[in-house]
């Protein structure tokens, strides 16, 4: 663990270079969980090619979605220009790229691909043998079905790789997902009436699995552990070569695209079937909507990160936000005798100021117009000392919507505010936008922005409404003046659900304090990582004010990074 804007990416990447020249590893992956690290490791590798003369080609695999020229993917030559003829063309787009370019962005992928009439999804992959880097998403090391089978599937050649895993805190949800698997019984009955004219005996099968499924639904309330699924996965393991027979003989079948959907369904769930062991949780539950869901939860998903791990001779996975460190360890496949590193912060103390609320809470007891009047105010309170760009996390859509409503009405002229929403699914080029309007804003003295006693200036300030473990919560670099000052409403808690309580029982039963694992530990995530936004450089000065009662408690106060030990 380090802190945000200390220089994590290039304190990695530079040893690993050095370790490869030494002849201690091969392939350097460069593993991320969101686009825009993926953008901090390139700009990483440019500054050391222009000021230190490197010689290392990197290529940054970006999703099919997002690559193809097409609205929908669709492979078929028949269907697809780019896919007819693609590997007539390749090669030689290979070779050029490879020769032209050392650092070969997503943009660069779409040129060379457009010049070459190709498929930039597949040219990406075929890029990716050539180069001494590789910048991706989590999924194709981790995943069990999007990894790289070129470079880890079984047949391939086992060379030295090295794996550089940024903002390693969030693999472990990811890994819970990418490890689990879930069917919904009106799925069977759907497709059960819709291959009704085309296929008798799948029909039948699947009505088998629908009525394993409803002994299973009649056993269960609004959830429950399921102890055995027998049964059932017998009644899929009949079902699914069934399907890949119809889809081996029916290319033209009208129906054929339906059975495929749920055919990589089907072989998904058994596929993570295999896997279960001990840290698995299997339920059913019925969902507010009245479908019935059978899922195998991986709640610890230690060894099937572990096993991916070793396909590296070397892992080292940072984060600014890795508190307990030991936690994060022990879920994320660490072993005993790994490193823990706690890299100590090179900002100044005095440049932050931290302060906690004692007289405001977002507990759910608690939420209220009076609360949300008091966060209001708490808002009104630091802008009109200092302007300058302000974010405030709140823990829901909703809770920042009530703030907004009462800040914009009450505080927002008398402050000269601009105020910024994040809405629900923003795209692209909505969160660039949003974050646009927060660079350029003019200096400030630092007695000022601690001590909160400077005259109010001509000049506005802006506010930007935000969702606290949201997009702009983590990720984001708002060098100096570009962001002075966060709020952070409530303790980041998840919301309690199905999935939160069996973490929390399966936890308490193996000896751990099943809260901490469940809630306090990836609520506190989201804190320190909306936190970690204000001060990014050494020159940055700000303040994080942390609105909730809760944070003066022991149970907080020992997650607390070293840097926070003064406070206000």
């Given amino acids: 663990?380090?802190?945000?804007?200390?220089?994590?990416?290039?304190?990695?990447?530079?040893?690993s270079l050095k370790a490869m020249v030494e002849g201690h590893g091969e392939k350097l992956f460069y593993l991320t969980a969101k686009t825009i690290t993926r953008s901090v490791a390139e700009d990483a590798f440019s500054i050391l090619r222009k000021e230190s003369g490197l010689y290392f080609n990197t290529v940054t695999i970006t999703a099919k979605e997002k690559l193809c020229i097409m609205d929908k993917p669709d492979c078929n030559p028949q269907a697809c220009p780019r896919a007819k003829g693609h590997y007539d063309r390749v090669n030689d787009a290979v070779y050029e790229i490879i020769q032209?370019?050392?650092?070969?962005?997503?943009?660069?992928?779409?040129?060379?691909?457009?010049?070459?009439?190709?498929c930039p999804f597949e040219f990406c992959l075929d890029i990716s043998n050539w180069v001494d880097g590789i910048i991706c998403d989590y999924n194709y090391v981790f995943d069990p079905h999007v990894y790289l089978r070129r470079f880890f599937g079984e047949g391939a050649g086992r060379e030295q790789y090295l794996f550089l895993i940024d903002e390693a805190h969030n693999l472990l949800e990811r890994g819970r997902e990418m490890y689990s698997a879930q069917l919904y019984k009106e799925d069977f009955l759907t497709l059960k009436k819709t291959v009704k004219a085309f296929s008798p005996r799948?029909?039948?099968?699947?009505?088998?699995?629908?009525?394993?499924?409803?002994?299973?639904?009649?056993?269960?309330?609004?959830?429950?552990?399921?102890?055995?699924?027998?049964?059932?996965?017998?009644?899929?393991?009949?079902l699914s070569p069934c399907m890949e027979d119809y889809l081996e003989n029916h290319d033209d079948s009208p129906v054929r695209r339906e059975i495929l959907d749920f055919y990589f369904e089907i072989s998904h769930f058994l596929q993570i079937y295999e896997l279960l062991d001990q840290k698995y949780v299997v339920y059913t539950k019925?969902?507010?909507?009245?479908?019935?869901?059978?899922?195998?939860?991986?709640?610890?998903?230690?060894?099937n990160l572990k096993e991916c791990l070793q396909r590296s001779v070397s892992s080292v996975l940072f984060s600014a936000t890795l508190l307990p460190i030991r936690y994060y360890k022990k879920l994320l496949g660490g072993?005993?005798?790994?490193?823990?590193?706690?890299?100590?912060?090179?900002?100044?103390?005095?440049?932050?100021?931290?302060?906690?609320?004692?007289?405001?809470?977002?507990?759910?007891?608690?939420?209220?117009?009076?609360?949300?009047d008091k966060i209001a105010n708490y808002i009104h309170q630091t802008v009109s000392q200092r302007h300058g760009n302000y974010m405030v996390f709140f823990p829901s859509h909703v809770?920042?919507?009530?703030?907004?409503?009462?800040?914009?009405?009450?505080?927002?002229?008398?402050?000269?505010?601009?105020?910024?929403?994040?809405?629900?699914?923003?795209?692209?080029?909505?969160?660039?936008?949003?974050?646009?309007?927060?660079?350029?804003?003019?200096g400030m003295n630092l007695s000022d922005i601690i001590h909160m006693e400077i005259e109010v200036e001509e000049e506005s300030s802006l506010v930007g409404f935000c969702v606290l473990g949201g997009i702009f919560s983590?990720?984001?670099?708002?060098k100096e003046d570009s962001l002075i000052g966060a709020l952070i409403v409530g303790t980041g808690l998840p919301q309690v659900c199905t999935e939160r309580e069996i973490i929390r029982g399966y936890f308490e039963e193996n000896g751990e304090n099943g809260f901490d694992y469940a809630y306090r530990y990836p609520g506190m995530n989201k804190v320190l990582q909306a936190a970690g936004r204000v001060i990014r450089t050494a020159d940055d000065v700000g303040i994080v004010a942390l609105l909730d009662d809760r944070f003066l408690t022991p149970g907080y106060r020992r997650l607390f990074p070293r840097e926070w030990e003064q406070f206000e």
């Fill in 335 to 372: 072993e005993a005798e790994d490193y823990e590193v706690y890299a100590k912060s090179v900002f100044s103390p005095e440049k932050k100021g931290l302060f906690l609320a004692e007289d405001v809470t977002s507990r759910y007891t608690r939420r209220s117009d009076r609360e949300y």
């Fill in 1 to 15: 663990q380090a802190p945000t804007g200390v220089g994590k990416t290039l304190s990695t990447i530079y040893p």
């Fill in 100 to 118: 032209e370019v050392d650092g070969i962005t997503r943009d660069k992928v779409l040129e060379y691909a457009e010049r070459f009439k190709i």
């Fill in 474 to 478: 983590e990720g984001i670099d708002l």
């Fill in 202 to 238: 799948m029909e039948k099968l699947l009505d088998k699995c629908n009525r394993e499924l409803l002994f299973l639904k009649r056993e269960c309330g609004d959830w429950c552990i399921v102890e055995e699924i027998d049964a059932f996965v017998q009644a899929l393991l009949r």
């Fill in 399 to 442: 809770f920042l919507q009530q703030v907004y409503e009462r800040y914009l009405r009450c505080y927002a002229v008398k402050d000269d505010t601009e105020c910024l929403v994040q809405t629900e699914h923003m795209d692209e080029a909505e969160r660039e936008a949003f974050l646009q309007r927060f660079e350029g804003n003019p």
């Fill in 286 to 303: 019925l969902d507010e909507d009245g479908r019935f869901l059978l899922r195998l939860f991986n709640v610890d998903p230690s060894t």
